[in-house]
């Protein structure tokens, strides 16, 4: 007598897609930029001299790092300054607010390089000269919904009775917000300036297309080191390496300030 063969369907399962997907499309890419960082061009031999290049900044690659360094702290900086009034009066006005959070997200919608090249036909239509200025209104633009969406997620998750608690106890308005609402805010805080740090460091096409390729980031040396016509896959790959680090140490301390609060919140 022949066994029944049962078969169920998991809901894992639909996992599996995901999980090929990113296997060949994120661990694939990232093991073949690892072994092209230590290979000779010709892929011949290993060699270091990929990282000596980057880093004795043979290539200008460092001083690139930190010119995109100032200018993603400064978009930064002035994100958080716009952002954070706007996520706290979004948070102060829940109830009636689902459409103004849909107007953050919606340029969101359209892809960055279209905002992008809008954004220049409107400084050209204005006859506004592209340089740094241009570029950082651009980079603030793109990414100050980054900013606004975690500072709002995290601001309508506070405890309404510790505002409350405070101003029983006497606190005016301006200390309920530094002494409450800020520090509990803090976690959001920091998953805002890691969401917008890190693209804005990386980013290549704002750059040079509101400077008109008169501004060089550290994304702009990444693409030109693996294209066809500089063909220097080893220092790109090196460079993308350096790039991967910053991410991960900006994963690593969004947790931590993360753990931190949840300790402090069950206390």
Not at 70 to 93: E, F, N, Q, R, S
Not at 202 to 223: H, P
Request: proline share 3%.
């Amino acid at each position: 007598m022949k066994k029944k063969i049962s078969f169920r369907f998991h809901r894992r399962a639909f996992a599996y897609p995901y999980m090929i997907f990113l296997l060949l499309f994120v661990v694939v890419p990232l093991v073949i930029i690892l072994v092209n960082a230590f290979l000779t061009d010709d892929g011949q031999h290993l060699t270091f001299a990929h990282f000596v290049e980057f880093f004795s900044n043979a290539g200008g690659g460092l001083t690139v790092l930190g010119n995109s360094l100032i200018i993603g702290a400064v978009t930064t900086l002035i994100c958080l300054v716009i952002g954070y009034p706007c996520a706290y009066l979004l948070a102060k006005y829940h109830a009636g607010s689902k459409v103004l959070v849909l107007l953050f997200i919606l340029p969101m919608w359209v892809n960055f390089l279209i905002r992008t090249l809008s954004t220049k036909a409107i400084f050209m239509a204005l006859d506004v000269k592209l340089g740094m200025g241009t570029v950082l209104f651009g980079m603030v633009y793109n990414y100050l919904p980054y900013m606004i969406l975690p500072l709002h997620t995290t601001l309508v998750s506070i405890d309404h009775s510790y505002i409350e608690a405070a101003e029983d106890l006497g606190a005016d308005k301006l200390t309920v917000f530094l002494k409450t609402v800020l520090p509990l805010s803090l976690s959001g805080i920091i998953s805002g300036i890691t969401m917008t740090f890190i693209p804005a460091i990386s980013t290549f096409a704002i750059s040079e297309i509101l400077s008109s390729s008169k501004i060089f980031l550290f994304g702009d040396a990444i693409n030109m080191h693996f294209s066809k016509t500089t063909n220097s896959f080893g220092v790109g790959s090196v460079m993308s390496l350096v790039m991967l680090v910053l991410v991960i140490v900006a994963n690593v301390i969004v947790n931590i300030t993360n753990k931190d609060e949840e300790v402090k919140s069950s206390l």
